[in-house]
């Protein structure tokens, strides 16, 4: 195994630690959701993605928090907007 792919396995490894964490650090934060660091500053700074700044220092988050903001504003599938549909045709013809 040459020195690349041991450095790649224990990245993988640390990445791997990091999720059973609750409070990330800003550049876990970016490894986390997959973001550069320059769009998760326009984001910190625009307050559109929860973060703390414990006496106005670094960034932090909280993993579940990103979660949420990650899975939000989702979209429906097809299938789903055809079974609503279906739902309120029954509902309204009663």
Partial sequence: MDSKELFKRL?????L???????????????YTGYKAKYMYQLTSKNLIPHFKPNNGAIFFDKNELDSYLLSNKKQSKKEINAKALEYTFKSKK
Avoid: P
């Fill in 11 to 15: 990245e993988r490894i640390e990445n």
């Fill in 17 to 31: 630690l990091f999720v059973n964490k609750r409070a990330l650090t800003f550049v876990e934060g970016c490894s």
